[in-house]
């Protein structure tokens, strides 16, 4: 299992995990759902419908994943997209290393572990 560290509105950290079977149905439904070219930044809700998805997979060997050779260390079962990020403000902030991640936004929690 891979934890994902994530922090609640007050600064406090917690982790989150996504089970094999849930990366692939929040991949599918993405998919299903037309939201290929769907973005905004840091969840700010300025969506926008420029960028373009190249390419979408879930990581099923991690040695001999493209992944590895694109330099990434993940996980089995992780969800890699590639985009043409086609706004030159966006991708000068991300050359700048500005901006650095890709998320999903959504309600994906599985279960709560308190670990106190």
Do not use: C
Request: proline share 2%; aromatic share 10%; net charge negative.
């Amino acid at each position: 299992m891979h934890l994902i560290a994530r922090k609640d509105e007050m600064g406090n950290l917690f982790h989150v995990y996504f089970s094999k079977e849930t990366v692939e149905k929040v991949a599918r439904k993405f998919l299903a759902d037309n939201n290929a070219h769907v973005t905004d930044i840091n969840h700010d809700d300025n969506i926008v419908e420029e960028n373009t998805l190249l390419e979408s997979w879930i990581v099923e060997d991690p040695k001999m994943d493209k992944s590895t050779a694109m330099g990434f260390n993940v996980p089995k079962s992780t969800w890699m997209v590639s985009y043409k990020i086609n706004n030159k403000d966006t991708w000068n902030k991300i050359k700048a290393g500005e901006l650095n991640g890709f998320s999903v936004a959504g309600s994906f929690l599985e279960k709560i572990q308190s670990n106190g």
